[in-house]
């Protein structure tokens, strides 16, 4: 079945630091990723996605490449700011499915200090 | 456009009681969701509709009945709460059915069953 693995957490920061999460999947076939942000209290949001081998996601600062060949779909900032304190969840949803059934990490919670 | 709703944000229940959580989506999505979010599990599927009338399983059904007469509404009833249905549970909806659509996320029931 399909899985996703990524970095446990907490990560702490400061700020203006760079940010890397780490995120790797299984799959059975060729799966959109996806990279999503929960603030505290909120519900999950779309930070970023890419849906073939190659494709780069970007959004807010944050950046992820669709790595086939290593089966990864690392996350990362240059900068990152107080705001930034979150859950972050990568996710495949693989495609021919029924449905665009999620598959989730984790989560990595990350906090950024002033 | 309010999004994804649901109601109630906090629920607490004894062990056996039944209740039933809403979930409301005006965005005129096909596809709505539930998903249980548990500490370093991530969020995994319940049950999922692809549209009015259509239902199905996903990773954790077991104790969970869902229905779907509307496009707007997605209810998730539990008809004899256990503890181990303690959990936050979140409602999602998509405009499509493809892998690559992105999932819109209700800001979340916390259910706690004592």
């Known amino acids: 079945g399909n899985s996703v693995t990524q970095m446990e957490g907490p990560v702490t920061l400061s700020e203006e630091a760079f940010l890397t999460i780490n995120c790797t999947y299984t799959a059975t076939g060729y799966p959109s990723l996806f990279w999503y942000v929960q603030y505290p209290g909120e519900g999950l949001q779309l930070l970023l996605k890419?849906?073939?081998?190659?494709d780069k996601g970007s959004n807010k600062g944050f950046e992820a490449t669709y790595r086939k060949e290593t089966t990864s779909f690392h996350l990362e900032k240059g900068s990152v700011q107080v705001s930034d304190s979150a859950v972050y969840f990568c996710a495949l949803s693989e495609k021919g499915t029924a449905g665009n059934k999620l598959t989730f990490g984790g989560g990595t919670r990350v906090l950024v200090k002033p | 456009n309010a999004g994804v709703t649901q109601t109630p944000k906090f629920q607490v229940l004894k062990t056996g009681q039944s209740m039933t959580l809403q979930c409301a989506q005006d965005?005129?999505?096909?596809?709505m969701s539930w998903y249980r979010q548990d500490p370093g599990m991530g969020l995994r599927l319940i049950h999922y509709?692809?549209?009015?009338?259509?239902?199905d399983q996903g990773e954790v059904p077991n104790g969970y009945n869902v229905s779907r007469s509307t496009t707007e509404d997605f209810p998730l009833r539990l008809l004899s709460a256990a503890p181990s249905q303690t959990s936050v549970y979140f409602c999602a909806s998509s405009p499509g059915t493809g892998s690559s659509y992105e999932q819109y996320f209700g800001p979340g029931t916390r259910l706690t069953v004592t």
């Open positions: 965005m005129n999505h096909e596809y």
């Open positions: 890419a849906t073939k081998a190659d």
């Open positions: 509709s692809v549209g009015a009338g259509i239902t």
